[in-house]
């Protein structure tokens, strides 16, 4: 068998795995009829783009310091945008962008490893990063996570790439970190990387290189709007509401530390008057194995099973640590350091985060298993594989058609297995609105007036997002576990009037204290002491809303 016929299986490999990772993905999102957390926050902040007048009347609105989210950075939404509207249906079409991204990431993946290493090593880190289970999830959701894993990919290899060249590919990875910035409130940690690459190649002559400068103004003119804002407002330019919550330990304590000044004193002087010297080694220790294990399972190729997304994750980091080796004794020394110098950053960092309130998730990671995953692939091209090659050689010498050929039919077998599922309804009706959820929205949206908030828990799957008037995103989210006493001097200061409770919430049993004895066929009839103002049909009511007299 000729290269050239080795190489046209490969390709169809690669055309199997791009179409298995859509079905995985459009399956995922077959079971996910309607939006959850932080996608209600992206959906309502897409559409609220069009009320601000669009991308220009968003980028003046920062401007201007009226646009106060201080979550979620505004490049995601902007994008999302323009394939959302008002109607409950925008929800599909806004998973289908998603999706996209994800192929897009997949895409970018493989055009940088095919330039920067080679084709067959770009084609298995191709199908590396298909076949992760994390990867089908989150193209299935509404989040930034999948943009800025891409933005973090380019940037770094932009680092690597504009060391000899001269300021306007330094211009150009200080352009990708300020994307990056746009998409997530930690993108600015990129710079860490781009220094100590930097400073590694070019030693003290880093100081009068004119590329460092031209990548601090590209980062600036890309990024000035929301740097702008957050001085503004303020007064810090990397201002992000959650840099200070890795100090607390709870997520349910989040919410009355945000109505209180102590607030803006997060922070490691904060942890250390509340805490031990202990307790800080205890919490660093305890981050420090959170990550490990996100990395692993992160890193888990072909399997949703959890045991086997560990050990295939624990051998996707061993080959990479073996690729990276590699790759140094290659010659490419400052492309490891931009490597690792971003995992080894923002892992510190995640130590903090996964150890206290925002705790462990897999998003937080994934981009930096991403960085990894080309080099498990140069070692399964450079180091498993000739050793399969020599063990068959003898005796099987058509060893690397026969294998190409099980994979090639074992993906079309998957492919027909997840199609089945995929390919059941247009992913565009990919949605689906509970009778009982749009007459509570229908009710909200007559009661409320323009700027009115309700109060629910914090852990509730509720929204308006099938019905996103007067406003289009009217909750406040809050912990309801709290005494009584402090939940209602907290909604009298919000000036909240109307509290949304779901039976179904999985966190009822923290504020059944507070309903009222009485109660009829619906449900109980007051809580705090505010009667009860709405209950959806038929008896017994799921969602139901009290007032305040």
């Known amino acids: 068998m000729t290269a050239g016929g080795i190489s046209r299986r490969a390709g169809l490999i690669l055309a199997l795995v791009i179409l298995v990772f859509s079905a995985e993905a459009l399956k995922v999102s077959a079971t996910r009829l309607y939006p959850n957390y932080d996608e209600i926050d992206y959906l309502a902040l897409g559409r609220q783009v069009a009320r601000n007048g669009g991308v220009v009347g968003t980028v003046r609105c920062y401007l201007e310091g009226r646009c106060l989210e201080d979550n979620r950075p505004p490049l995601y939404q902007l994008l999302l945008s323009p394939v959302l509207d008002e109607s409950p249906a925008a929800f599909a079409r806004a998973k289908l962008f998603s999706l996209a991204i994800g192929l897009g990431l997949i895409a970018l993946i493989w055009a940088i490893t095919r330039r920067v290493i080679s084709a067959p090593v770009a084609c298995m880190a191709a199908v590396l990063v298909a076949l992760m289970p994390v990867m089908a999830d989150y193209?299935?959701?509404?989040?930034?996570?999948?943009?800025?894993?891409?933005?973090?990919?380019?940037?770094?290899?932009?680092?690597?790439?504009?060391?000899?060249?001269?300021?306007?590919?330094?211009?150009?990875?200080?352009?990708?970190?300020?994307?990056?910035?746009?998409?997530?409130?930690?993108?600015?940690?990129?710079?860490?990387?781009?220094?100590?690459?930097?400073?590694?190649?070019?030693?003290?002559?880093?100081?009068?290189?004119?590329?460092?400068?031209?990548?601090?103004?590209?980062f600036t003119a890309v990024a000035f709007f929301l740097l702008w804002r957050n001085w503004v407002v303020w007064r810090a330019p990397f201002h992000n509401i959650n840099a200070g919550e890795v100090w607390i330990d709870r997520w349910s304590e989040v919410w009355e530390m945000r109505l209180s000044p102590e607030h803006a004193q997060l922070g490691l002087g904060w942890y250390l008057r509340h805490h031990s010297l202990l307790d800080l080694a205890l919490k660093v220790g305890k981050g420090v194995g959170q990550v490990v294990g996100l990395f692993t399972y992160t890193a888990g190729v072909g399997f949703w099973n959890p045991v086997a997304r560990?050990?295939?994750?624990?051998?996707?980091?061993?080959?990479?640590?073996?690729?990276?080796?590699?790759?140094?004794?290659?010659?490419?020394?400052?492309?490891?350091?931009?490597?690792?110098?971003?995992?080894?950053?923002?892992?510190?960092?995640?130590?903090?985060?996964?150890?206290?309130?925002?705790?462990?998730?897999?998003?937080?990671?994934?981009?930096?298993?991403?960085?990894?995953?080309?080099?498990?692939?140069?070692?399964?091209?450079?180091?498993?594989?000739?050793?399969?090659?020599?063990?068959?050689?003898?005796?099987?010498?058509?060893?690397?058609?026969?294998?190409?050929?099980?994979?090639?039919?074992?993906?079309?077998?998957?492919?027909?297995?997840?199609?089945?599922?995929?390919?059941?309804?247009?992913?565009?009706?990919?949605?689906?609105?509970?009778?009982?959820?749009?007459?509570?929205?229908?009710?909200?949206?007559?009661?409320?007036?323009?700027?009115?908030?309700?109060?629910?828990?914090?852990?509730?799957?509720?929204?308006?997002?099938?019905?996103?008037?007067?406003?289009?995103?009217?909750?406040?989210?809050?912990?309801?576990?709290?005494?009584?006493?402090?939940?209602?001097?907290?909604?009298?200061?919000?000036?909240?009037?109307?509290?949304?409770?779901?039976?179904?919430?999985?966190?009822?049993?923290?504020?059944?204290?507070?309903?009222?004895?009485?109660?009829?066929?619906?449900?109980?009839?007051?809580?705090?002491?505010?009667?009860?103002?709405?209950?959806?049909?038929?008896?017994?009511?799921?969602?139901?809303?009290?007032?305040?007299?």
């Open 139 to 218: 193209a299935a959701r509404l989040m930034h996570d999948v943009l800025f894993a891409g933005l973090t990919f380019a940037a770094v290899y932009a680092i690597v790439a504009c060391q000899e060249r001269g300021p306007l590919a330094w211009s150009g990875a200080g352009a990708l970190i300020g994307l990056a910035f746009l998409t997530k409130g930690s993108g600015h940690l990129l710079w860490l990387p781009l220094l100590v690459t930097s400073l590694y190649r070019h030693r003290q002559a880093l100081p009068r290189r004119l590329g460092l400068y031209s990548a601090l103004v590209a």
């Open 310 to 549: 560990v050990v295939t994750g624990l051998g996707t980091l061993v080959l990479a640590a073996l690729g990276l080796r590699r790759r140094w004794r290659g010659g490419r020394p400052v492309e490891v350091v931009a490597v690792l110098s971003t995992v080894s950053a923002y892992a510190l960092a995640l130590t903090l985060g996964t150890s206290g309130a925002p705790g462990p998730q897999v998003r937080y990671v994934l981009p930096y298993v991403l960085l990894l995953v080309p080099y498990a692939a140069l070692e399964l091209c450079a180091g498993v594989w000739p050793r399969i090659e020599a063990r068959f050689a003898s005796s099987q010498p058509r060893a690397n058609v026969a294998l190409l050929t099980a994979s090639a039919a074992l993906l079309s077998v998957r492919l027909a297995l997840g199609a089945s599922v995929a390919l059941r309804a247009d992913p565009r009706t990919l949605y689906a609105v509970e009778p009982r959820w749009h007459e509570t929205s229908a009710w909200l949206s007559r009661a409320l007036a323009p700027g009115e908030r309700f109060a629910l828990p914090y852990m509730s799957r509720y929204s308006t997002w099938d019905l996103p008037r007067p406003d289009l995103d009217a909750r406040w989210p809050f912990a309801f576990g709290v005494p009584a006493p402090r939940l209602a001097g907290y909604l009298e200061k919000q000036g909240i009037r109307k509290v949304l409770l779901d039976t179904a919430d999985v966190g009822w049993a923290e504020y059944a204290d507070k309903l009222g004895r009485r109660s009829d066929a619906n449900g109980p009839l007051t809580f705090l002491d505010w009667p009860r103002c709405f209950a959806d049909g038929p008896a017994p009511s799921r969602f139901m809303i009290f007032c305040r007299r």
